[in-house]
């Protein structure tokens, strides 16, 4: 059977391997591959169900990332090819439809379809049969993988992972290698616990977020420089490079890893997420606690939404302790260790302590229990440094005898070991740098002990800064080593800390409890609110001092107790059992204790014990464990309880009472029943005092006066006590219809309420939670409410008049009174109108103290603003318009007030009023945000119109005023909010009414697109464009805003927030006008009649959507689409949203552009072409960016680009071609018959040349998508260009020259180019569209155009195939030179004169001037001979402006200068004999002649004793597909070094193509072309120019010969022996002549090889060729020693080779050498010129056998001399005849007469028109010389022609003749 074509593609995969060249590795055939499992295939065709034939897509092998050699985006793609393999092994997954291949053409007029196509000429010249057998192509999306949900993304990225792993590795790159290869695991673990549902709900929202950041983690990876070993990366060190996408970040769900897209995300949502995921170090990790910081949303008043309890919890646990010794003391009982928490300055908890039996018990964790430090208040960490306190005591058994009359003595006594101090402060996620809250993170703490040094006389000698034990952690937090060693015993202890926020229960505050659990509760020190609070006194021990002669190791001991009061007990740690007697730390003497006790107990009444008014504590001394003496410390006299700050207390002696030592104590009482203040307590008793009348209000009155001065301490205790009894007061005096002066007491009471709640809320946070419990536990009446609001309404009213420091106070708390005074009304009815006229009075009072704008007033306005929180958020049954109308009303009385304040504007610094009121702006614009998140914007339609109208308004007030960022990101986020609530809210319900904002809204877009301007203006001039390392949030809601440090990994980045906001907002508003306008766009809006429009064109437009103002609009989304504000290369997802949002934009103007601005044909004055020329760009640049243009993209970010861009392409052209037509006229019935094309002209006309707005470059790019809408009408577009241009110009040279250069420009840049596959597409597309009978005379303009056009985009392409790097710039040089040439031939000359100055630049200060010589030469080409016309001055190189022939000119001097530096006469002369020619056609400038002539006679003369090396050549033959594109299968000829070895241009090939094989036999190559064609070899041979074989060259010197040898150099060749030979008379030989494309010396120093002979020699060729080496061997040999004297270099080694060499000629063997080629000349059978050609060259010979033979006498060293005189014998004789014949003298004494005379008649000879040799291998293909062999089609002279005219022919032969005469 035969084959079967298949209805459509069959996809499928390779199941099993099918390997034929591994079962057959002689097989050859280019149908098979081999292939592996996972190999994809598309089948179209079947053979007896048994074979397949189709497309093999397989990955890239190992060693194809070999040429990755420096540019990771630009990864190895899959092979694809059309193979045959078995069925058996394919599993089909898919059917594909066969893509559309006919392309229909684009005419107006369909009906029209009358000329033929110029595709359709070429189908009917190809013949049916031909076009039948094309296989089908591939669809365009063949290489996409369907990949839909987080895992499987994660798989393809791990697929692209490994490509990524075998590039870096493949190029050194292995710091990068390593640590991908640790995140591929990282990640392929997830992927499998995701995969496999190995995870509990909340592990899987962990993995999913550490799968999202993984995958943010790549791409920053891949583009930071700081993970690169190579200094340059081409990857980071050019923009726009990463076309596919690796590096790119795409918006993800926080939560779930999804992509994000416009279907059910907003555009914002969108911005954020994508700066969090590449900025932002682990995001999204713990994201699920931390919603709150990655939302869009305001999260309210943070007064308003607070935590009550701002408090810290602190975990410390224990982990190990350690030290260098196990020693312990005599006596050791056992060892306690405490910790606590401390500031700077003071203790902050009590000590938390743990008592272990040794040292080693310490080390076992399960028996300690960890500490919980509670209640720790943020007053105390913020600003602070916290420390963590290890103090570490041990017990010893006192056995020292003690005397007889002791009867009081200790058996035990404490002492310290050592302390440690670990600085915590991090741990408080309060505090700047946090670690994360909620973690446990590890301290190390070093442990010291404590010393002080005494002299002789037992005087402490460190006095100053070292107070002992007491102050050792003192010493340790300043950093001094004063009394400050390390015991062995104890050096480190190591504990885990972790903070807790408010997440513990009141439970914990049980102070009954004693903790013996896992976890012990450590109590602060100091008054908690919070907590069920008891009474106690702490005492703080200090210095303990002996009085008379104390010794420095007296132990002295303190122990403290109650002798009168059995229920007091003591402690030191939380969770300790409290004891009767407590006994404290031992010192020495004048040390400090250092030591802390609790004294419990003191408020507990013994029924069994009457106390004492006045009662002491006993302070007991024990030195060395003997009683010494006591001492009282008085704690409570009456009912007071005595506080003291280092009270020094006297020990006295027993017996007679003398005072013995002194200890420093201070006590501090903690609680609330003891030492209440006097004016408090009468504040209690109000009631009594106020029915007591006037005496007993004026009582209360001075109370409350001396109330008014009370701090913190005392308030803190009472204050729901004070605040009822305030409550009390109000609602008794308000009743008390007689009291006199009711409304000075209510001011004072209303004073003393401030008071208050400015002390405890207005300058700290910590103490909120009692507002809250009380709103919880009490109620306050409801006129109370109405009194505060009245009140406060008052104190606005007076702000002209009275302003003080009251009143301040008020601003700092007056939400905690509005929210005691709404609260106060709730369920109450009977009052509520006096409360609703209350609450006028206050936003009326309100509105008039915003208005006031003294900028000393505002901080206290902008507190004012948080009672609107306060009356929204507690409010009952008011009604929401008449508030929310209260509140735009105080709103609008801000005004601006304050904007611009910190900014500076253009150049000047606006002074602005009340310009240190910043704050205020900001204010207004956050409430307004608060506003808009209310509930009212849901439930309240006229709220939503109210607050969504003002918030517009007021936001573009912001944006169009005064130059301020801050304000303006703000005012960006209200106007996100206000989109998301129209696009949320209004759009889906398609309420008439509602819809109308909509269209207010979109009308704003211009100013929008004006304000980006102004700011990108004001921030680039700023130097805002700047890379920095941090950032803030997009789009904030809290002011400062939060800001947060990149992300360490990610280089600096530039990304100006403000911009990106802005963008978002436009794209937001343009969305939201297209939905709402619908195709009608602006047209509609203006024709619509907006109810209460908040749009005022005359204060924002300057024509009211007229011509300037869509310029203006157009330009901003210019600026807009261009993305430089953020990194758009990477930010893929925001891009994709603002391109999208830009086309909207456009779509809503594009009907208003066609219906009002395209004038009628009689007024084309009026015509804007600057409008409709920005029209037309920004339409085709946006149709073309990267998340657009998507094809290019790997397939993560192309899916996440395509749910955004995905219908983008076919609107803009769309768009495009409605505009196109609507600006053409309509063309007569002759030319819609002739062109097929309706209506072109016009307007049109305005874009066709090549000033800023022309059409035809920028279309280019928009051409060449894989789209075919846009490749149709771009096709059209350029087919209505042609036919505009050759009617007005009867040429399309202008369309053509500006259609290269658009392609020029596409293919040198760094971002994605076009692929063949679309440039074919687009050939054809235009192939189609054109339609043009053949026998018109435009036809062939156009034919060669469309010819033209894709033979350049072949070389374009060549040029693309040359990898980049520095090793491929000789390469990349030459394509480039090429590709520039097509402009130049189109007329843009400067494209490549630019590039080709700059080569020439390069090389001349590189000093090689060959090739800036030949640079010149092609500089050269962009100019004529015309003397008309003037070209203009040029910097590179630098010539003055001057007639276009003396520029060329010029030129030629300078190449003919440069050849001449490089010691290349030959080109010098071709030069020179170029000016001549052009003198001869162009001029008779007889001085010009003269200065040619007689640079070229100086020339010839250096050319006659010109010696320099000749250089190497090589043939190399890129073998496989393993090389680029622009080599693949090639040949050139590489120009090397004189005696260049082969080896070292092995290594040269190497270093470009390193893994390549080097080949170096014939037959292996060809086994190499036939077998692997996958791989990359090397054949590399040597080649030999081809000799000038001619009497001309025969006795000549070696400049003349080499002249010969090089002028013109385009051939080259190689030879190889037959076999079969036995002598020299039957030795046939082959040779191989390569013509190369370019003579040499060539740029760059290769050429590709054009064309290639095989000839056989004959045994007579080779003697003529033998002889003529041997000649140029020896003259070579002779000039180079006569150079070396004429030096006096040494010649040692040159001597000893022209022995050798003599040696060899002259002494020929029986039957050898060079004499037996004479036997030829006694042939009468051969060809009599050849014969003649051989006997001049032995002639030669024995002429330069005379030469060499006389030097070698003058320099050959004594002990040679016998050789020497051999080599002359055998000269004389074995040359006889010949000395004879041409009058040799004997004496070998130099060339006779007879010699000059012949040589002068060769001189004079006629020009010989070549070789009889030279002319027959011309003509060898007829067969003169034997069998031929044609390696190449090409035809072509194989042999150099002589370039010079007869007048330089004869020059030469007179230069010559002076010569010879002067020898």
Same mark, same amino acid.
């Given at each position: 059977?035969?084959?079967?074509?298949?209805?459509?593609?069959?996809?499928?995969?390779?199941?099993?391997?099918?390997?034929?060249?591994?079962?057959?590795?002689?097989?050859?055939?280019?149908?098979?591959?081999?292939?592996?499992?996972?190999?994809?295939?598309?089948?179209?065709?079947?053979?007896?169900?048994?074979?397949?034939?189709?497309?093999?897509?397989?990955?890239?092998?190992?060693?194809?990332?070999?040429?990755?050699?420096?540019?990771?985006?630009?990864?190895?793609?899959?092979?694809?090819? $059309?193979?045959?393999?078995?069925?058996?092994?394919?599993?089909?997954?898919?059917?594909?439809?066969?893509?559309?291949?006919?392309?229909?053409?684009?005419?107006?007029?369909?009906?029209?379809?009358?000329?033929?196509?110029?595709?359709?000429?070429?189908?009917?010249?190809?013949?049916?049969?031909?076009?039948?057998?094309?296989?089908?192509?591939?669809?365009?999306?063949?290489?996409?993988?369907?990949?839909?949900?987080?895992?499987?993304?994660?798989?393809?990225?791990?697929?692209?992972?490994?490509?990524?792993?075998?590039?870096?590795?493949?190029?050194?790159?292995?710091?990068?290698?390593?640590?991908?290869?640790?995140?591929?695991?990282?990640?392929?673990?997830?992927?499998?616990?995701?995969?496999?549902?190995?995870?509990?709900?909340?592990?899987?929202?962990?993995?999913?977020?550490?799968?999202?950041?993984?995958?943010?983690?790549?791409?920053?990876?891949?583009?930071? %420089?700081?993970?690169?070993?190579?200094?340059?990366?081409?990857?980071?060190?050019?923009?726009?490079? *990463?076309?596919?996408?690796?590096?790119?970040?795409?918006? !993800?769900?926080?939560?779930?890893?999804?992509?994000?897209?416009?279907?059910?995300?907003?555009?914002?949502?969108?911005?954020?997420?994508?700066?969090?995921?590449?900025?932002?170090?682990?995001?999204?990790?713990?994201?699920?606690?931390?919603?709150?910081?990655?939302?869009?949303?305001?999260?309210?008043?943070?007064?308003?939404?607070? @935590?009550?309890?701002?408090?810290?919890?602190?975990?410390?646990?224990?982990?190990?302790?350690?030290?260098?010794?196990?020693?312990?003391?005599?006596?050791?009982?056992?060892?306690?260790?405490?910790?606590?928490?401390?500031?700077?300055?003071?203790?902050?908890?009590?000590?938390?302590?743990?008592?272990?039996?040794?040292?080693?018990?310490?080390?076992?964790?399960?028996?300690?229990?960890?500490?919980?430090?509670?209640?720790?208040?943020?007053?105390?960490?913020?600003?602070? !440094?916290?420390?963590?306190? =290890?103090?570490?005591?041990?017990?010893?058994?006192?056995?020292?005898?003690?005397?007889?009359?002791?009867?009081?003595?200790?058996?035990?006594?404490?002492?310290?070991?050592?302390?440690?101090?670990?600085?915590?402060?991090?741990?408080?996620?309060?505090?700047?740098?946090?670690?994360?809250?909620?973690?446990?993170?590890?301290?190390?703490?070093?442990?010291?002990?404590?010393?002080?040094?005494?002299?002789?006389?037992?005087?402490?000698?460190?006095?100053?800064?070292?107070?002992?034990?007491?102050?050792?952690?003192?010493?340790?937090?300043?950093?001094?080593?004063?009394?400050?060693?390390?015991?062995?015993?104890?050096?480190?202890?190591?504990?885990?800390?972790?903070?807790?926020?408010?997440?513990?229960?009141?439970?914990? /505050?049980?102070?009954?409890?004693?903790?013996?659990?896992?976890?012990?509760?450590?109590?602060?020190?100091?008054?908690?609110?919070?907590?069920?609070?008891?009474?106690?006194?702490?005492? /703080?021990?200090?210095?303990?001092?002996?009085?008379?002669?104390?010794?420095?190791?007296?132990?002295?001991?303190?122990?403290?107790?109650?002798?009168?009061?059995?229920?007091?007990?003591?402690?030191?740690?939380?969770?300790?059992?409290?004891?009767?007697?407590?006994?404290?730390?031992?010192?020495?003497?004048?040390?400090?204790?250092?030591?802390?006790?609790?004294?419990?107990?003191?408020?507990?009444?013994?029924?069994?014990?009457?106390?004492?008014?006045?009662?002491?504590?006993?302070?007991?001394?024990?030195?060395?464990?003997?009683?010494?003496?006591?001492?009282?410390?008085?704690?409570?006299?009456?009912?007071?309880?005595?506080?003291?700050?280092?009270?020094?207390?006297?020990?006295?002696?027993?017996?007679?009472?003398?005072?013995?030592? %002194?200890?420093?104590?201070?006590?501090?009482?903690?609680?609330?029943?003891?030492?209440?203040?006097?004016?408090?307590?009468?504040?209690?008793?109000?009631?009594?005092?106020?029915?007591?009348?006037?005496?007993?209000?004026?009582?209360?009155?001075?109370?409350?006066?001396?109330?008014?001065?009370?701090?913190?301490?005392?308030?803190?205790?009472?204050?729901?006590?004070?605040?009822?009894?305030?409550?009390?007061?109000?609602?008794?005096?308000?009743?008390?219809?007689?009291?006199?002066?009711?409304?000075?007491?209510?001011?004072?009471?209303?004073?003393?309420?401030?008071?208050?709640?400015?002390?405890?809320?207005?300058?700290?946070?910590?103490?909120?939670?009692?507002?809250?419990?009380?709103?919880?536990?009490?109620?306050?009446?409801?006129?109370?409410?109405?009194?505060?609001?009245?009140?406060?309404?008052?104190?606005?009213?007076?702000?002209?008049?009275?302003?003080?420091?009251?009143?301040?106070?008020?601003?700092?708390?007056?939400?905690?009174?509005?929210?005691?005074?709404?609260?106060?009304?709730?369920?109450?009815?009977?009052?509520?109108?006096?409360?609703?006229?209350?609450?006028?009075?206050?936003?009326?009072?309100?509105?008039?103290?915003?208005?006031?704008?003294?900028?000393?007033?505002?901080?206290?306005?902008?507190?004012?603003?948080?009672?609107?929180?306060?009356?929204?958020?507690?409010?009952?049954?008011?009604?929401?318009?008449?508030?929310?109308?209260?509140?735009?009303?105080?709103?609008?009385?801000?005004?601006?007030?304050?904007?611009?304040?910190?900014?500076?504007?253009?150049?000047?610094?606006?002074?602005?009023?009340?310009?240190?009121?910043?704050?205020?702006?900001?204010?207004?614009?956050?409430?307004?945000?608060?506003?808009?998140?209310?509930?009212?914007?849901?439930?309240?339609?006229?709220?939503?119109?109210?607050?969504?109208?003002?918030?517009? !308004?007021?936001?573009?007030?912001?944006?169009?005023?005064?130059?301020?960022?801050?304000?303006?990101?703000?005012?960006?986020?209200?106007?996100?909010?206000?989109?998301?609530?129209?696009?949320?809210?209004?759009?889906?319900?398609?309420?008439?009414?509602?819809?109308?904002?909509?269209?207010?809204?979109?009308?704003?877009?211009?100013?929008?697109?004006?304000?980006?301007?102004?700011? /990108?203006?004001?921030?680039?001039?700023?130097?805002?464009?700047?890379?920095?390392?941090?950032?803030?949030?997009?789009?904030?809601?809290?002011?400062?805003?939060?800001?947060?440090?990149?992300?360490?990994?990610?280089?600096?980045?530039?990304?100006?927030?403000?911009?990106?906001?802005?963008?978002?907002?436009?794209?937001?508003?343009?969305?939201?006008?297209?939905?709402?306008?619908?195709?009608?766009?602006?047209?509609?809006?203006?024709?619509?009649?907006?109810?209460?429009?908040?749009?005022?064109?005359?204060?924002?437009?300057?024509?009211?959507?007229?011509?300037?103002?869509?310029?203006?609009?157009?330009?901003?989304?210019?600026?807009?689409?261009?993305?430089?504000?953020?990194?758009?290369?990477?930010?893929?997802?925001?891009?994709?949203?603002?391109?999208?949002?830009?086309?909207?934009?456009?779509?809503?103007?594009?009907?208003?552009?066609?219906?009002?601005?395209?004038?009628?044909?009689?007024?084309?004055?009026?015509?804007?072409? $600057?409008?409709?020329?920005?029209?037309?760009?920004?339409?085709?640049?946006?149709?073309?960016?990267?998340?657009?243009?998507?094809?290019?993209?790997?397939?993560?970010?192309?899916?996440?680009?395509?749910?955004?861009?995905?219908?983008?392409?076919?609107?803009?052209?769309?768009?495009?071609?409605?505009?196109?037509?609507?600006?053409?006229?309509?063309?007569?019935?002759?030319?819609?018959?002739?062109?097929?094309?309706?209506?072109?002209?016009?307007?049109?006309?305005?874009?066709?040349?090549?000033?800023?707005?022309?059409?035809?470059?920028?279309?280019?790019?928009?051409?060449?998508?894989?789209?075919?809408?846009?490749?149709?009408?771009?096709?059209?577009?350029?087919?209505?260009?042609?036919?505009?241009?050759?009617?007005?110009?009867?040429?399309?040279?202008?369309?053509?020259?500006?259609?290269?250069?658009?392609?020029?420009?596409?293919?040198?840049?760094?971002?994605?180019?076009?692929?063949?596959?679309?440039?074919?597409?687009?050939?054809?597309?235009?192939?189609?569209?054109?339609?043009? *009978?053949?026998?018109?005379?435009?036809?062939?303009?156009?034919?060669?155009?469309?010819?033209?056009?894709?033979?350049?985009?072949?070389?374009?392409?060549?040029?693309?195939?040359?990898?980049?790097?520095?090793?491929?710039?000789?390469?990349?040089?030459?394509?480039?030179?090429?590709?520039?040439?097509?402009?130049?031939?189109?007329?843009?000359?400067?494209?490549?004169?630019?590039?080709?100055?700059?080569?020439?630049? @390069?090389?001349?200060?590189?000093?090689?001037?060959?090739?800036?010589?030949?640079?010149?030469?092609?500089?050269?080409?962009?100019?004529?001979?015309?003397?008309?016309?003037?070209?203009?001055?040029?910097?590179?190189?630098?010539?003055?402006?001057?007639?276009?022939?003396?520029?060329?000119?010029?030129?030629?001097?300078?190449? =003919?200068?440069?050849?001449?530096?490089?010691?290349?006469?030959?080109?010098?002369?071709?030069?020179?004999?170029?000016?001549?020619?052009?003198?001869?056609?162009?001029?008779?400038?007889?001085?010009?002649?003269?200065?040619?002539?007689?640079?070229?006679?100086?020339?010839?003369?250096?050319?006659?004793?010109?010696?320099?090396?000749?250089?190497?050549?090589?043939?190399?033959?890129?073998?496989?597909?393993?090389?680029?594109?622009?080599?693949?299968?090639?040949?050139?000829?590489?120009?090397?070094?004189?005696?260049?070895?082969?080896?070292?241009?092995?290594?040269?090939?190497?270093?470009?193509?390193?893994?390549?094989?080097?080949?170096?036999?014939?037959?292996?190559?060809?086994?190499?072309?036939?077998?692997?064609?996958?791989?990359?070899?090397?054949?590399?041979?040597?080649?030999?120019?081809?000799?000038?074989?001619?009497?001309?060259?025969?006795?000549?010197?070696?400049?003349?010969?080499?002249?010969? !040898?090089?002028?013109?150099?385009?051939?080259?060749?190689?030879?190889?022996?037959?076999?079969?030979?036995?002598?020299?008379?039957?030795?046939?030989?082959?040779?191989?002549?390569?013509?190369?494309?370019?003579?040499?010396?060539?740029?760059? /120093?290769?050429?590709?090889?054009?064309?290639?002979?095989?000839?056989?020699?004959?045994?007579?060729?080779?003697?003529?060729?033998?002889?003529?080496?041997?000649?140029?061997?020896?003259?070579?040999?002779?000039?180079?020693?006569?150079?070396?004297?004429?030096?006096?270099?040494?010649?040692?080694?040159?001597?000893?080779?022209?022995?050798?060499?003599?040696?060899?000629?002259?002494?020929?063997?029986?039957?050898?050498?060079?004499?037996?080629?004479? *036997?030829?000349?006694?042939?009468?059978?051969?060809?009599?010129?050849?014969?003649?050609?051989?006997?001049?060259?032995?002639?030669?010979?024995?002429?330069?056998?005379?030469?060499?033979?006389?030097?070698?006498?003058?320099?050959?060293?004594?002990?040679?001399?016998?050789?020497?005189?051999?080599?002359?014998?055998?000269?004389?004789?074995?040359?006889?005849?010949?000395?004879?014949?041409?009058?040799?003298?004997?004496?070998?004494?130099?060339?006779?007469?007879?010699?000059?005379?012949?040589?002068?008649?060769?001189?004079?000879?006629?020009?010989?028109?070549?070789?009889?040799?030279?002319?027959?291998?011309?003509?060898?293909?007829?067969?003169?010389?034997?069998?031929?062999?044609?390696?190449?089609?090409?035809?072509?002279?194989?042999?150099?022609?002589?370039?010079?005219?007869?007048?330089?022919?004869?020059?030469?032969?007179?230069?010559?003749?002076?010569?010879?005469?002067?020898?």
């Amino acid at each position: 059977m035969t084959w079967t074509p298949t209805d459509a593609f069959l996809r499928g995969k390779i199941v099993k391997a099918f390997l034929p060249f591994d079962k057959h590795p002689n097989l050859v055939n280019d149908n098979l591959r081999n292939l592996y499992p996972g190999d994809e295939v598309y089948i179209f065709e079947t053979k007896d169900n048994k074979w397949a034939r189709g497309y093999a897509i397989s990955k890239p092998f190992p060693h194809d990332f070999v040429m990755t050699s420096v540019n990771l985006d630009d990864l190895p793609s899959d092979n694809c090819n $059309v193979v045959v393999f078995p069925l058996k092994y394919v599993k089909v997954q898919q059917v594909v439809p066969f893509p559309e291949v006919k392309i229909e053409a684009v005419s107006p007029q369909k009906s029209l379809h009358v000329v033929p196509s110029i595709s359709e000429i070429e189908r009917a010249e190809k013949g049916p049969e031909e076009e039948s057998r094309e296989i089908p192509k591939l669809p365009n999306d063949f290489g996409s993988k369907n990949v839909g949900n987080l895992i499987e993304e994660i798989g393809y990225s791990l697929e692209l992972m490994n490509s990524h792993l075998f590039a870096l590795y493949s190029i050194g790159e292995f710091r990068l290698f390593t640590r991908l290869v640790a995140l591929f695991h990282e990640l392929h673990q997830t992927k499998i616990k995701l995969s496999n549902n190995l995870l509990s709900t909340n592990e899987a929202i962990y993995a999913k977020e550490q799968a999202t950041h993984l995958l943010n983690k790549i791409p920053k990876k891949l583009a930071s %420089r700081a993970a690169r070993l190579n200094e340059k990366s081409y990857d980071l060190d050019n923009r726009d490079t *990463d076309i596919s996408g690796y590096k790119s970040i795409l918006a !993800r769900e926080t939560l779930s890893g999804e992509i994000l897209s416009l279907d059910g995300t907003i555009p914002a949502r969108i911005a954020l997420n994508s700066e969090l995921g590449a900025l932002v170090g682990n995001y999204p990790i713990h994201a699920h606690l931390n919603q709150a910081d990655y939302d869009l949303k305001s999260q309210g008043n943070k007064k308003l939404l607070r @935590e009550p309890n701002i408090c810290s919890h602190i975990l410390v646990d224990f982990q190990q302790v350690s030290g260098s010794s196990a020693y312990q003391p005599p006596g050791f009982a056992g060892m306690t260790a405490y910790m606590y928490l401390r500031n700077s300055t003071k203790r902050l908890t009590e000590a938390f302590a743990v008592q272990t039996n040794t040292v080693d018990d310490l080390v076992d964790i399960e028996k300690l229990s960890a500490a919980l430090f509670l209640n720790l208040p943020i007053t105390e960490i913020d600003n602070n !440094r916290i420390y963590l306190v =290890a103090v570490l005591t041990e017990e010893i058994d006192i056995t020292m005898k003690l005397p007889s009359h002791q009867s009081q003595y200790l058996k035990r006594v404490k002492k310290g070991i050592a302390v440690g101090v670990a600085d915590i402060t991090r741990v408080f996620s309060s505090n700047e740098g946090a670690l994360a809250s909620g973690e446990s993170h590890r301290f190390a703490i070093s442990l010291y002990a404590s010393s002080i040094k005494y002299n002789n006389n037992n005087e402490i000698l460190d006095v100053e800064g070292n107070d002992g034990w007491g102050g050792l952690a003192d010493r340790i937090i300043s950093n001094s080593s004063i009394g400050v060693f390390v015991n062995p015993r104890a050096e480190k202890l190591i504990v885990t800390v972790k903070e807790f926020k408010n997440q513990l229960g009141n439970g914990y /505050n049980n102070h009954r409890e004693v903790h013996t659990g896992p976890i012990s509760r450590i109590k602060p020190i100091f008054f908690d609110p919070l907590a069920e609070n008891y009474e106690r006194i702490y005492l /703080n021990m200090g210095k303990l001092s002996l009085i008379h002669n104390p010794m420095r190791d007296d132990l002295l001991t303190i122990e403290v107790s109650a002798p009168n009061n059995e229920l007091i007990a003591f402690a030191k740690g939380s969770n300790q059992q409290e004891k009767r007697t407590w006994q404290l730390v031992s010192v020495n003497p004048e040390e400090s204790i250092g030591e802390i006790v609790k004294v419990n107990g003191i408020s507990l009444q013994n029924p069994s014990k009457k106390l004492p008014k006045e009662d002491f504590l006993l302070l007991t001394l024990y030195v060395n464990g003997a009683l010494a003496g006591q001492g009282k410390l008085l704690y409570k006299a009456g009912n007071k309880l005595v506080e003291f700050h280092k009270r020094a207390i006297d020990i006295k002696s027993l017996n007679n009472k003398v005072v013995i030592g %002194r200890v420093e104590v201070s006590t501090e009482y903690i609680g609330k029943i003891y030492n209440s203040d006097i004016s408090i307590d009468n504040i209690f008793q109000y009631q009594s005092l106020i029915s007591q009348g006037p005496s007993g209000i004026d009582v209360l009155s001075q109370s409350m006066e001396n109330f008014c001065k009370l701090g913190v301490s005392q308030l803190v205790k009472y204050f729901p006590e004070l605040l009822s009894s305030f409550h009390g007061i109000v609602d008794c005096v308000l009743n008390n219809e007689n009291m006199e002066n009711k409304e000075t007491f209510l001011d004072l009471m209303f004073r003393s309420t401030i008071h208050l709640m400015d002390v405890l809320f207005g300058k700290k946070e910590q103490y909120l939670q009692l507002i809250e419990n009380y709103s919880i536990k009490y109620r306050s009446p409801p006129q109370v409410g109405i009194f505060y609001l009245s009140t406060i309404a008052k104190v606005f009213h007076k702000v002209d008049v009275e302003w003080n420091a009251v009143s301040r106070a008020m601003c700092r708390v007056i939400s905690y009174i509005m929210r005691l005074a709404i609260v106060s009304m709730k369920g109450v009815t009977d009052q509520q109108e006096e409360y609703y006229k209350s609450l006028g009075m206050l936003f009326m009072g309100v509105a008039k103290f915003l208005a006031v704008p003294t900028p000393n007033l505002a901080e206290d306005q902008i507190l004012i603003m948080n009672i609107v929180d306060y009356v929204l958020s507690f409010r009952s049954s008011m009604d929401p318009v008449r508030i929310i109308i209260s509140i735009v009303g105080f709103l609008d009385a801000i005004g601006t007030r304050g904007l611009g304040a910190n900014e500076e504007s253009y150049g000047q610094t606006q002074v602005i009023k009340g310009s240190k009121g910043h704050e205020v702006i900001i204010g207004k614009l956050l409430l307004n945000n608060r506003l808009l998140h209310s509930k009212y914007i849901d439930n309240h339609k006229e709220v939503r119109r109210l607050l969504v109208s003002n918030s517009v !308004r007021w936001a573009f007030e912001v944006l169009t005023g005064a130059t301020d960022i801050d304000a303006s990101r703000l005012a960006c986020t209200n106007l996100n909010t206000v989109c998301t609530i129209l696009w949320e809210k209004v759009l889906p319900s398609k309420d008439p009414e509602d819809i109308q904002m909509c269209y207010s809204l979109t009308k704003f877009l211009p100013v929008l697109a004006s304000v980006f301007s102004k700011y /990108n203006t004001y921030l680039r001039t700023n130097d805002q464009f700047k890379p920095k390392r941090t950032f803030t949030n997009l789009f904030p809601t809290q002011y400062p805003f939060r800001e947060f440090s990149i992300d360490s990994i990610v280089n600096d980045e530039v990304m100006v927030e403000l911009l990106v906001e802005i963008a978002t907002c436009f794209s937001f508003m343009g969305m939201i006008g297209k939905n709402a306008a619908g195709e009608e766009g602006i047209l509609r809006l203006l024709e619509f009649e907006i109810k209460d429009d908040f749009f005022d064109a005359e204060k924002y437009l300057t024509s009211n959507f007229g011509s300037k103002d869509l310029i203006e609009m157009m330009k901003g989304l210019r600026h807009i689409r261009q993305g430089w504000y953020f990194p758009e290369d990477k930010w893929l997802s925001l891009y994709a949203v603002i391109g999208e949002g830009c086309l909207c934009a456009l779509e809503l103007i594009s009907p208003l552009l066609l219906a009002e601005h395209i004038p009628l044909q009689d007024d084309m004055d009026s015509f804007d072409i $600057v409008l409709w020329g920005i029209y037309f760009r920004n339409l085709l640049k946006l149709g073309t960016i990267a998340p657009v243009s998507v094809e290019h993209l790997s397939d993560l970010p192309r899916r996440a680009c395509s749910q955004i861009t995905g219908t983008m392409r076919d609107r803009i052209a769309g768009l495009l071609s409605k505009a196109w037509d609507a600006l053409g006229w309509y063309a007569s019935n002759e030319d819609i018959a002739r062109f097929n094309f309706e209506k072109y002209g016009g307007y049109q006309i305005e874009f066709l040349d090549s000033s800023a707005y022309g059409i035809l470059p920028e279309l280019m790019l928009f051409a060449l998508q894989r789209n075919k809408q846009c490749q149709e009408v771009s096709a059209k577009i350029i087919w209505s260009c042609l036919i505009t241009e050759y009617n007005v110009t009867e040429n399309i040279n202008e369309s053509t020259r500006q259609i290269l250069y658009g392609l020029h420009e596409i293919y040198h840049r760094f971002a994605y180019k076009p692929k063949p596959s679309e440039q074919e597409s687009f050939i054809s597309q235009l192939k189609a569209t054109i339609r043009l *009978d053949v026998e018109d005379e435009m036809f062939g303009d156009v034919y060669d155009f469309v010819h033209n056009l894709s033979r350049y985009m072949d070389a374009l392409n060549y040029l693309l195939s040359v990898p980049v790097g520095p090793e491929f710039n000789d390469d990349r040089s030459f394509h480039e030179i090429n590709c520039r040439s097509y402009l130049r031939d189109a007329g843009k000359e400067e494209v490549l004169g630019n590039y080709v100055s700059s080569m020439y630049e @390069e090389y001349l200060n590189s000093k090689d001037y060959i090739q800036a010589a030949l640079s010149l030469e092609l500089y050269s080409t962009i100019y004529t001979w015309d003397q008309q016309t003037i070209v203009p001055q040029s910097y590179k190189p630098k010539l003055a402006q001057q007639t276009s022939f003396e520029r060329k000119e010029l030129l030629y001097t300078m190449i =003919a200068k440069n050849y001449i530096k490089g010691n290349s006469l030959e080109r010098a002369i071709d030069a020179y004999n170029g000016l001549l020619d052009a003198y001869h056609e162009h001029t008779l400038d007889l001085k010009s002649f003269s200065y040619v002539h007689s640079k070229l006679a100086k020339l010839y003369l250096d050319l006659e004793s010109s010696d320099k090396l000749t250089p190497s050549y090589f043939r190399v033959e890129f073998i496989g597909t393993g090389f680029p594109l622009y080599i693949r299968g090639r040949e050139q000829i590489y120009q090397g070094m004189p005696f260049e070895h082969i080896t070292s241009i092995y290594k040269r090939l190497l270093n470009i193509f390193p893994g390549a094989r080097i080949i170096s036999e014939e037959n292996e190559a060809r086994n190499a072309k036939e077998k692997f064609k996958n791989g990359r070899f090397l054949y590399v041979s040597v080649v030999e120019p081809v000799d000038e074989i001619s009497d001309k060259v025969f006795n000549t010197s070696i400049g003349v010969r080499q002249y010969a !040898r090089n002028r013109d150099l385009r051939f080259f060749t190689t030879m190889k022996r037959l076999p079969g030979y036995s002598s020299v008379f039957d030795l046939w030989t082959e040779e191989t002549t390569y013509e190369t494309q370019l003579s040499f010396p060539t740029l760059m /120093n290769r050429s590709f090889i054009k064309e290639s002979k095989t000839v056989k020699l004959s045994p007579l060729d080779n003697a003529i060729r033998t002889l003529i080496n041997k000649n140029n061997d020896l003259i070579q040999l002779e000039s180079k020693i006569n150079q070396a004297l004429k030096e006096k270099h040494e010649v040692g080694a040159l001597t000893m080779e022209m022995t050798r060499q003599l040696s060899g000629t002259v002494d020929s063997p029986v039957n050898g050498g060079v004499g037996q080629y004479r *036997d030829f000349l006694s042939k009468l059978d051969q060809d009599e010129d050849k014969l003649r050609l051989l006997k001049r060259a032995l002639d030669d010979l024995v002429m330069i056998l005379n030469r060499c033979l006389q030097l070698h006498g003058k320099i050959v060293t004594p002990n040679l001399k016998a050789t020497h005189d051999n080599m002359l014998d055998q000269y004389k004789k074995n040359f006889k005849d010949e000395i004879e014949a041409l009058t040799i003298s004997g004496e070998l004494n130099g060339v006779s007469n007879s010699n000059k005379i012949q040589r002068m008649s060769l001189i004079r000879k006629d020009k010989d028109p070549g070789s009889p040799l030279r002319q027959s291998r011309t003509n060898r293909s007829n067969g003169s010389l034997g069998t031929s062999t044609t390696t190449s089609s090409m035809s072509g002279r194989m042999s150099r022609t002589n370039s010079t005219t007869t007048f330089n022919t004869v020059r030469l032969e007179r230069v010559q003749l002076f010569k010879s005469a002067i020898e």
